[in-house]
């Protein structure tokens, strides 16, 4: 005896319950467009902030960890010789890793910037510079290295980069909360149309939820349809978005190198991993609105 | 036939499945659409509510289905004081209660056979207890050959067996139905209360409101007649309005 029942293309046996709410609805594809544009927008910040962040970072670590001595020759001395000798000095002073007098050469091409191509630096008593970099553990401080030079009679000038690192650092600092501030903007923005759009979409189906709540649905069950709907929807769209960021971001660190797009904004590898939260944040959002629309339509039917 | 055609009249009130005690009921701020309604429906009762279109009738049936409140009086549903019952208990009051809907409420996008398992499925049934029986009654109601197809896609009268089906499919104590034989044809009509009969033969309290005053004198049950919101007349219907 055939299983099969009924008639037309309908078949008993095969039959499994259809969801309560359509599969698809074209006045979902405006929610779904928004919110993967947001989590975008949202994404991109947050690497931004990361990057930004890396960049303050780095440069407190070159500022903190160099110094510059600036060497002008005595009478009886050459520039090269009083450069090596004050170099052969600072490299003696505990705190020091590494002192180094760079040629003329280099010199020249840091002070050329302000003096134009047409002077002939020849002529000029051009100071020889001393680099000095510093050990990270007990970096030795500027007046350390200046007592030294002096010891040895050298006429010279520490230049401590320190000086600018409370600059630096307080632009990093606000670099950094301004991006904070603009995600966060950018994550309300994009939880308020999840809401909105979830409110919207919740009440295009007030006839499932007045059908279902007169035939004797929970609240909870009602709400629960329409929590897992929207929350699979923006779930769906926050992936979109942050694939669409971690894709841009790929192509920026891709673009610069192993420094990133630009040495002032480095994106690393690691850093894509920020969008992974993103789907989940957009349909926890979906969800709580969802949930709390469905329950406020309810409670007006109650 | 019923058991006890006029059993409203009989019965001891307190025991009664519906228990209206100089229940109002409004609107918002509009004028009451319902003054001062007392009576008690006793279990296994069959009645018809008729009135003239705007006395009430679908207020009165929106009362009992717990889709409304009243602005006074007392409600009484299985026992229970609708006005003192929790939140939640609420929803298992109306799973005892099968509602044909005027306009059928059908859910667009799901098809004739899910649309008719609704109630069994919010009850928690298993599809496999009861694909048999909504079949069989989808093929009761003349719907064999549509069991798939969509609401929109049937005819008014399509519409209302399937409405039909929806509230009968989960054998409900209280069967209330609002112009059930509106769309359909005069033998189409009387299939339709014979099942309302069979439901009420099985112990099925069954009110309908109607306009079809040849279906209420077939029938010989006796009716709820309102005129302007206020019940005018219970018990049989009048010698002069049967057919």
């Known amino acids: 005896m055939s299983r099969r029942r009924g008639s037309g293309s309908f078949d008993l046996d095969r039959w499994r319950p259809s969801p309560f709410l359509p599969e698809r609805d074209t006045r979902d594809s405006a929610l779904v467009f928004v919110v993967a544009v947001l989590c975008f927008l949202a994404c991109l910040t947050a690497l931004g902030v990361i990057a930004s962040d890396r960049a303050a970072r780095g440069w407190s670590h070159q500022l903190t960890g160099e110094m510059t001595v600036i060497v002008r020759p005595k009478a009886n001395e050459t520039p090269d010789s009083a450069a090596a000798r004050a170099a052969e000095t600072l490299a003696g002073v505990n705190g020091v890793a590494e002192a180094r007098a760079l040629e003329r050469e280099k010199a020249e091409a840091l002070i050329a910037p302000w003096l134009g191509e047409a002077a002939d630096l020849a002529d000029l008593p051009v100071p020889r510079l001393v680099a000095v970099i510093l050990d990270r553990e007990s970096p030795a401080s500027a007046r350390s290295l200046q007592q030294a030079l002096s010891a040895r009679g050298l006429d010279a000038v520490v230049d401590d980069h320190t000086t600018w690192l409370a600059d630096i650092q307080r632009g990093a600092a606000i670099a950094r909360w301004v991006g904070l501030g603009v995600f966060l903007l950018i994550s309300a923005a994009a939880a308020a149309v999840v809401a909105f759009a979830t409110r919207a979409g919740l009440a295009a189906r007030r006839e499932v939820v007045e059908l279902l709540h007169l035939t004797g649905a929970e609240d909870a069950f009602i709400a629960r349809l329409f929590q897992v709907r929207f929350a699979q929807m923006a779930a769906g769209a926050g992936l979109v978005g942050a694939a669409g960021a971690a894709v841009l971001g790929a192509a920026l660190r891709l673009g610069g190198g192993g420094q990133g797009l630009t040495p002032v904004l480095p994106v690393a590898w690691s850093d894509l991993l920020a969008v992974l939260p993103c789907p989940l944040a957009a349909a926890l959002v979906a969800a709580v609105a969802a949930r709390m629309t469905a329950a406020s339509l309810i409670r007006e039917l109650s | ?243």
């Not at chain 2, 009268?157 to 009968?168: F, N, P, S």
């Open chain 2, 1 to 243: 036939m019923s058991r006890n055609p006029n059993a409203a009249e009989t019965a001891d009130a307190w025991d009664a499945v519906v228990r209206f005690d100089d229940v109002s009921m409004r609107y918002g701020r509009e004028p009451e659409t319902l003054r001062d309604l007392t009576f008690s429906l006793p279990q296994g009762s069959f009645h018809f509510v008729t009135g003239p279109s705007g006395a009430g009738k679908t207020s009165l049936l929106k009362l009992i289905y717990l889709a409304a409140q009243p602005s006074k009086g007392l409600l009484h549903l299985f026992g229970q004081d609708v006005a003192q019952t929790p939140a939640q208990v609420r929803p298992f009051l109306r799973r005892r209660i099968g509602v044909v809907f005027q306009e059928f409420r059908l859910l667009d996008h799901l098809s004739a056979f899910d649309n008719a398992a609704v109630p069994l499925r919010i009850a928690g049934q298993k599809p496999d207890s009861y694909r048999q029986d909504v079949a069989e009654l989808l093929t009761w109601v003349g719907l064999k050959d549509r069991m798939h197809a969509l609401p929109p896609t049937l005819a008014g009268g399509e519409k209302q067996r399937l409405a039909i089906a929806r509230a009968v499919v989960g054998r409900p104590d209280i069967l209330l139905a609002d112009e059930p034989t509106g769309n359909v044809d005069h033998e189409m009509g009387l299939r339709i209360l014979r099942l309302f009969l069979e439901l009420n033969r099985l112990g099925t309290t069954v009110l309908i409101a109607t306009h079809d005053q040849d279906l209420v004198a077939r029938s010989g049950m006796p009716v709820l007649h309102l005129e302007d919101g206020r019940l005018v007349h219970m018990g049989p219907i009048p010698a002069g309005a049967r057919a």
